[in-house]
Structures are given as C-alpha cells and as structure tokens.
C-alpha cells in the first residue's frame, strides 16, 4: 500500500483539497476508430476481482472502440441478451441466484478473445441483412408523367323497349238462364209476405166488427 505522504498529489487530495487540473488536453490522435484489438483489450483486463465487482465493463470497452462503432454497440446488445438468458436460466436450474463469485467467473469466460470475436462476427453478419434487406424493399417511384387529357364519356345508348299491348277488358260474367236474380227474387218474396199478412189482418179485422157491432147490434 503506497503511504499518502510519500505521493504529494494522494496527500494533497487526502487533505480535502481539490485535485489539479491538467494544463492541456490530451492528444486527439489517441482516439480510434479502428476495430478493437481484442489480444490487447485482454491483456489490460484487471486481473483481480475487485475491478469487476465494481461495475467496471471490459467487455464494454472490447467491443466497442467508439462512438461510431456500430457493430460494437451491437456486439454489446448481443451479450447482455446472452448474459440476461444465462441468468434466467442459472436462477431456473438452481433456484437461487448467483453469487458475485459465480458473476464474475462467468463475465470472465465471456472476455475471451474468442467470445469476443464471436459476438463481434453475429453483430457484423446482423448489420449486413439488415442492409440488404433494406435495399430489396426499397422503392423507387417513377417520374410523374404530363397528365393525359379527359375525355367526356359517351352518352348512354337508348334503350328499346317493346310498346305494351292493349289489353281487351274481361266480359262479365254469364248467369244462367231461367234463375230470376238473387235481390229481385228476395224483394219478390217479401212483398208476398206483407200483402198475405195485410189480407189476414183486414179479415181478422171484418170477423171482430162483424161479431161486435155489425151483425149483434140489431137484434
């Protein structure tokens, strides 16, 4: 362990002054773009655990060599994908979650150089589809042609319909012959009926004078 007052910057920031900034900014050249050199990102990998469990990525900063980097960052999708399925499946096996210890042994396995270039080659192969994909579905509309001139559209023709024939009415119909009407028969029958009834009435009539008056009045 390095003594405080052997490092003056160390003894200065550990008396609760602040730290000194630097006089310039470093030199833009160290920033690459190029594909990360994943020999030299697992060599510079810290060896002890303690850099792991303090959340620091070095499979983070193997794939991904910067801002532009895209396969990088897909690289990266790619393993936290594997590493969210490992976890559900550790926690199905064994009923229980890891431990840091088993956390770190398995983000360890996965900083190889082999798994890196692994996930670098899906990620690659991944962007790739999805440009040629892209190309297949594009469409490329055409020019838009003069507008060609409307022509009225040509009258309906006549339609022909046939001259509907005179219909001749319906003569009546024949009643037989020899059978007087039904309402002149019935008015024939009820006059019979009122003249017998009157006849009948003036003789009851004649009997009762006769009887009364006419014929024991003078004797």
Known sequence: MIDPSEDPA?????DGSKA??????PDASIFSFAPPNYKAAAQARPASASATATGYSTVFDALVSGEADIAGFVAYCLYKQNKRDWLVAFEREHHRRPTDGEV???????GTERRLMIYRHLAEEILAERESEARRTAVVLP???????????PPPAPVSTPAAEPVAPSPP???PRGRPRPSVRRGASVWSILFYLAFVGLIVLAVVWFLR???FGHI
């Open 104 to 110: 770190r042994s398995y983000i360890v396995g996965e």
């Open 10 to 14: 160390r003894g200065r920031r550990a």
């Open 213 to 215: 008056g006419g014929a």
């Open 143 to 153: 020019a838009p042609s003069a507008p060609l001139p409307l022509e009225p559209p």
């Open 20 to 25: 000194e900034r630097p006089s310039a900014l």
């Open 173 to 175: 119909p024949r009643r």
